[in-house]
């Protein structure tokens, strides 16, 4: 089965305190060269964006907050931008399909907006979704990204979400799991 590592909106204007540390966690698993496919998403906001009209929300509007973080940079070949929260449209879904993906692996930020709203998408349409958690996070805060873990388990699947580091082994693990209830794998571990 092929498979894919989509890395949600790493870009210099989502790191602060709350999500500093998956900047390293997404760089040790890139070094690893573990996916043969790897997609970065780079979130673009315009003044005429709803989050500015109706949120009042203005980050991400200058080309240094575009940009995706300097240390994981080198490893972004593959960038499709966004000005909404989800990651799967028509050209993403071109993508997946020219390259027979049946699988993504989904990571970065926010874990409730960008990272969920991602993960639901490419699940209603027919592609087997994980969420790595440990690889993501939220500008909200652990409650945040804690939340959003507990509502996709739901709505994608318990089996679906990764709470562990991954490695080549772990990987294999899971890509060799029936993606089926009848079988499942549960990737989900003691920390909610």
């Known amino acids: 089965m092929n498979f894919c590592l989509f890395i949600i909106d790493i870009q210099n204007g989502f790191i602060a305190q709350?999500?500093?540390?998956?900047?390293?966690?997404?760089?040790?698993?890139?070094?690893?060269?573990?996916?043969?496919?790897?997609v970065f998403t780079k979130f673009i906001n315009t003044v005429d964006s709803p989050y500015v009209k109706y949120l009042n929300w203005h980050q991400l509007l200058s080309e240094t907050e575009q940009k995706i973080v300097d240390d994981i940079k080198p490893f972004a070949k593959v960038i499709?931008?966004?000005?909404?929260?989800?990651?799967?449209?028509?050209?993403?879904?071109?993508?997946?399909?020219?390259?027979?993906?049946?699988r993504v692996f989904i990571c970065g930020i926010d874990t409730e907006a960008c990272v969920l709203k991602t993960a639901i998408d490419f699940f209603e349409n027919n592609i087997i979704t994980c969420v790595l958690s440990y690889y993501s996070a939220s500008n909200g805060g652990d409650n945040y990204h804690q939340a959003a873990i507990l509502v996709l388990s739901q709505l994608i699947g318990i089996s679906n979400i990764i709470t562990e580091p991954i490695d080549r082994e772990s990987l294999n693990k899971y890509l060799e799991k029936d993606s089926?209830?009848?079988?499942?794998i549960s990737c989900?571990?003691?920390?909610?």
């Open 18 to 38: 709350d999500t500093s540390y998956v900047v390293q966690r997404i760089k040790s698993l890139l070094e690893q060269s573990i996916f043969d496919n790897v």
């Open 80 to 102: 499709f931008e966004k000005t909404v929260y989800t990651a799967c449209n028509k050209e993403t879904l071109r993508f997946l399909k020219e390259r027979n993906i049946q």
């Open 180 to 184: 089926t209830f009848n079988n499942p």
């Open 188 to 192: 989900r571990d003691s920390q909610y």
